[in-house]
């Protein structure tokens, strides 16, 4: 079963103007929500992360917003540059394991900004 | 601060061959995982080391599949004998443990696997 869902393969955005990517969740004892970033030939990056306990957090140009009822957060990049082009995952760590905390990603956004 | 380090970055194998795959974690970081990211697929866990003993490989096809971190440091991932369907990059993570650990991994660039 899929836990974690990005709804949306792909993403064109042009430059200068706001990406909006998406993630789904159906976990309720995910506690701790990331996104990574995936260049080409590269492993995923840690990008950003919002704890179960807020609804907002903020780092530069991106900010990660988080609804609980809806079990969806989701990725703001503004304004979006070229460099962002990349695949975004969304992941969500799993707490009731206490000791052995699980990571459950998402299959992936592929964000291409067009200049 | 030296990143995760993996090699080889290439493979090419037939079906039935076997092949390894190896990870040096960063340093100080007790915590080691290797998942498996298929085309078009989000990484899957398929084993999890603390220092060098297995927290989980609930995932991991044990029959072909085997990995070890011998001396809680670097670890090896085996293949034997593959499948048409082990075809993927294979990517090594490390992190920080225990209370510190928010789920944030640093990857190491991979070791893509080709299996003809």
Redesign the interface.
């Known amino acids: 079963d899929q836990q974690?869902k990005q709804n949306s393969?792909s993403l064109s955005v042009q430059e200068g103007r706001i990406s909006i990517l998406n993630c789904d969740y159906t976990n309720s004892m995910f506690d701790?929500f990331?996104w990574y970033k995936k260049y080409p030939?590269?492993?995923?990056?840690?990008l950003i992360?919002i704890s179960s306990i807020k609804d907002k957090n903020e780092d530069g140009r991106f900010t990660v917003f988080l609804n609980k009822s809806a079990k969806h957060l989701s990725l703001h990049i503004v304004p979006s540059q070229p460099g962002d082009s990349a695949v975004y995952?969304c992941?969500?760590?799993d707490i009731s394991n206490f000791?052995?905390?699980?990571?459950t990603?998402?299959?992936?956004t592929r964000l291409t900004i067009i200049p | 601060e030296a990143g995760?380090a993996q090699s080889p970055r290439y493979k090419i194998i037939e079906k039935r061959q076997s092949v390894a795959f190896w990870c040096n974690p960063i340093s100080g970081h007790a915590t080691l995982y290797w998942y498996q990211q298929i085309l078009?697929?989000?990484?899957?866990?398929l084993i999890?080391f603390q220092n060098n003993g297995v927290?989980?490989d609930s995932q991991l096809p044990k029959d072909r599949f085997s990995a070890e971190r011998l001396k809680g440091v670097d670890s090896t991932l085996k293949i034997q004998p593959a499948k048409l369907e082990d075809s993927a990059v294979y990517?090594c993570?490390s992190s920080l443990e225990g209370w510190r650990?928010?789920?944030?991994?640093?990857?190491?660039?991979?070791s893509r696997l080709t299996v003809l």
């Not at chain 2, 078009?40 to 866990?45: C, F, V």
């Not at chain 2, 650990?101 to 991979?110: H, I, R, S, V």
């Open positions: 974690v393969p701790y990331l030939a590269e492993g995923p990056t840690f992360s995952f992941a969500a760590r000791g052995n905390e699980k990571l990603f998402g299959t992936g | 995760v078009g697929q989000g990484p899957k866990l999890q927290v989980d990517l993570a650990y928010t789920g944030e991994l640093f990857f190491g660039e991979g």
